[in-house]
């Protein structure tokens, strides 16, 4: 009997974990941080619907910069683009995105530590997956991508 209700509570756990991630997606970062492990809680079911995996990517560009004097800037911009095939003489390749939704953060007066650098550009980049979702949240299509 104590088994099972331990089964049970760990079945419902494992349950709950998967149900709070949306569907599956694909990043490409071009900065110091892993894309798809800082927004994977921040992407939405209704992106994902919109935007399936296998026919699109976000593609992120981020980074921060410590200032010699202290403190620092940081910014991301992200957006959602078409995939590219693969390219056996180039790798993966990736479109820049033309509706772009970015975010920016200044530090003065403050040394900075490298896990603070690293914490500010996480924290920039998913300031601006966030502008992102919730642009696609308030447009009834999710239309967050623009077509050249």
Excluded: W
Aim: proline share 3%.
């Amino acid at each position: 009997m104590n088994f099972s209700i331990k089964a049970l509570a760990i079945s419902t756990l494992v349950s709950m974990s998967f149900s709070s991630h949306a569907g599956e997606f694909s990043c490409s970062l071009y900065g110091n941080v892993d894309c798809a492990e800082h927004i994977k809680k921040l992407v939405t079911d209704k992106f994902t619907s919109k935007f399936p995996s296998t026919k699109f990517e976000i593609v992120a560009v981020s980074e921060f910069q410590v200032y010699s004097d202290g403190g620092g800037v940081g910014y991301a911009v992200v957006g959602v683009v078409p995939k590219v095939s693969e390219s056996a003489k180039y790798g993966n390749l990736s479109l820049f995105p033309i509706r772009r939704f970015s975010a920016t953060r200044r530090i003065t007066g403050q040394d900075i530590s490298p896990y603070q650098k690293t914490q500010n550009e996480i924290e920039v980049l998913q300031s601006a997956v966030e502008g992102m979702m919730e642009a696609c949240h308030r447009d009834k299509a999710c239309n967050v991508m623009t077509n050249r």
